[in-house]
């Protein structure tokens, strides 16, 4: 086989060889954040916080929860002291699902960082012969669905969460409807520790996120499929 052609079968290997690369590394992003949604059903906030990378962050409600302990400060200090009163889940007369959908992943060319978007829907609620146990200020029913934009990167070989932002997009009393509800969780005014569930930092002025009837912009990481244009213009990062 002439040289040209041995080194044009090589190059051909090399492409195929990333790209099933590629596929893997984004089969690998989409179980891990699906395990993410299974792990904040069920209130485990040291499995959470595992899947982040030790500097980690996570954006909600206009803060940012910084590292493992501010990661577990959010699921566990608040949100499941919030829903269980610290126990893990399945909790009896407790619904708490996240569902994640609609992902658009994209790997760098280096395979060593990507981005992903995701959808969440959630469905939350007491049954009445447990509904003593919410916290007070809770509707008894609720529903809510919110936009991710997050960056993972790979360490050792094994795809980690860098930054996981979550833009909640809106929130609804399951009787009253998303037309009737402003939404029960509101933007963070106070940073940890004056706040003792509070985050690590508030995102600037201009980035506040006000909450439902409100809804707030959601750049998108990725380039137009037909025109490769990329459609986030301002990167709010």
Sequence with gaps: MPE?????????LDALEHRIGEL???????????AYGYYIDFNL?????????????????????????GIRRLYGDWIQQRF???????????????FQMQDVITVAPDRRTAKGRFRGMLFGGWHDDFQDTREEGMPQQFMEAGIY?????R????????????????Q???EAGWAHTTAHLQPAARTFPEDPIGP???????????????????????????FGKILASDVRR
């Design 24 to 34: 893997e590394d984004i089969n690998a992003i989409r179980r891990l954040h699906w």
């Design 4 to 12: 040209t052609d041995i080194a044009a079968l090589a190059q051909r």
């Design 200 to 226: 690590d930092r508030l995102l600037p002025a201009s980035h506040h996120r006000r909450t439902w009837p409100y809804r707030q912009d959601v750049p998108m990481h990725f380039a137009h499929p037909r």
């Design 45 to 69: 906030p040291d499995q959470v916080a595992e899947l982040f990378t030790d500097d980690g962050v996570v954006v909600f409600l206009s803060g940012e929860y910084v590292g493992h302990a």
């Design 84 to 98: 269980t009163g610290g126990r893990p889940g399945p909790v009896d007369g407790l619904l708490l699902d996240h």
């Design 155 to 170: 360490e050792d070989g094994v795809w980690k969460i860098s930054r996981l932002d979550y833009m909640m997009q809106w």
């Design 172 to 174: 609804a009393d399951y």
């Design 149 to 153: 934009e997050n960056d993972y990167v």
